[in-house]
C-alpha cells in the first residue's frame, strides 16, 4: 500500500499521550501480515529526529540553533521524500507552526495527508505526568502553557536525540493541526479508537486511500491491542518509554480523570479548553 502514493508523506500527528504510538503499532501489524514488534514500529521515525535531519542535510545539527533548524527542516522532509518511492509515514507532536521567516514548519507540497489525533485534555493530564515521571499539576500546567515545548534545548542548541518540539497549549495544538494546514486532515478521537476500534480504523484507512479485508484489520487489532502491546512492554521494555516512567502503556483507559484530577485542576483545565473540548465531544 505504501507504493500507492510514491514521494509522499503521510503525517500522524498528536499532542502527547493522545493514540499515536497505538496507530503506530497498528498500521506495523497491518504492513506485516498480523505482526508487531515494539521496539520496531515499522513507520518512519519522528519529525523531531535529529538523525533523520543529520542525514539529509549531511550536517551535525548540534552546531545550529533551534531557529535555524526549523529553517531547514520542510526541506530535509522534501528530500526525504523525494528520495523515497514510496510514501513515508512520520510522527509528530510539534504543532503546526511557521519559521521565523513565516514559512510552515512542515512541507504541505509533499504531503499525502495527516491523521490527527485527539483525546480528552483531562485524560491527557494523568498520562502525561506518568511519562514525565511529575506531578498531575505539572501535566496541567504544561496542558494549559502557551510557550510549552517537548526536548528543549540547553542555550538554544540541539543536543538532544530530538528537536524542541513547541506544543502550545492543548487548544492550541488542536487548532493548528486541524484549521492551519491546506492538505486533508482526518481527525480522530482517542475516544472512538477505544469504543469504535474496528470501525474507527477502516475509517482511517478509507481517508488515507489503502483497502485492506475486514480479516487484515482484524488480525492487526489483535496484534496492536492494549493488552499485546503492554504484555510485549513487561517482557523487552519499551524504547520510547520516558526516561524514568515505570511504563509507556499505563492503562488505555478513558475517564481516570475522574479519579485522578482534583477539582482545581478540573477546573483549570476546562476554564481554557472548554470551547475545544464541547467541539469534539469532551
Known amino acids: 500500500m505504501l507504493q500507492q502514493f510514491p514521494n509522499k508523506i503521510l503525517w500522524l500527528a498528536s499532542y502527547p499521550k493522545s493514540g499515536n504510538t497505538w496507530f503506530r503499532a497498528f498500521i506495523t501489524a497491518l504492513l506485516n501480515d498480523g505482526e508487531v514488534e515494539i521496539n520496531k514500529l515499522g513507520t518512519d521515525g519522528i519529525f523531531s529526529a535529529r538523525k533523520i535531519f543529520d542525514n539529509c542535510a549531511d550536517i551535525d545539527s548540534c552546531d545550529l540553533y533551534d531557529a535555524e533548524v526549523k529553517l531547514m527542516i520542510a526541506d530535509v522532509f522534501r528530500d526525504l521524500a523525494n528520495k523515497e518511492k514510496r510514501m513515508d509515514i512520520i510522527k509528530v507532536h510539534d504543532a503546526f507552526e511557521a519559521d521565523m521567516d513565516g514559512k510552515n514548519i512542515i512541507p504541505e507540497d509533499v504531503t499525502h495527508c495527516a491523521i490527527y489525533f485527539i483525546r480528552n485534555p483531562l485524560d491527557i493530564a494523568g498520562s502525561f505526568a506518568n511519562h514525565m515521571h511529575s506531578g498531575i499539576q505539572a501535566a496541567v500546567d504544561k496542558i494549559n502553557d502557551t510557550s510549552s515545548s517537548l526536548s528543549p534545548q540547553t542555550g538554544n542548541l540541539n ?30 478521537r482517542y ?10 480504523f477502516q475509517k482511517i484507512l478509507a481517508f488515507i486511500g489503502w483497502a485492506y479485508t475486514p480479516g ?16 510485549q512492554e513487561a517482557e523487552n521494555g519499551f524504547n520510547e518509554k520516558g526516561r524514568k516512567s515505570p511504563k509507556f502503556f499505563r492503562s488505555g483507559r478513558k475517564g481516570n480523570w ?12 476546562t476554564a481554557m479548553h472548554g470551547k475545544i473540548m464541547n467541539k469534539y465531544g469532551y
Not at 216 to 231: D, G, W
Open 159 to 188: 543536543i538532544n536525540r530530538q528537536f524542541r518540539q513547541y506544543l502550545s497549549d492543548w487548544s492550541s495544538h488542536v487548532n493548528s493541526w486541524t484549521l492551519r494546514p491546506s492538505f486533508p486532515v482526518c481527525v480522530v
Open 216 to 231: 487484515q484489520i482484524l488480525k492487526a487489532m489483535a496484534a496492536s491491542s492494549f493488552e499485546a502491546l503492554s504484555r
Open 191 to 200: 475516544e472512538d479508537m477505544l469504543e469504535n476500534t474496528f470501525e474507527t
Open 258 to 269: 475522574e479519579q485522578e484530577l482534583t477539582p482545581g485542576q478540573i477546573k483549570e483545565i
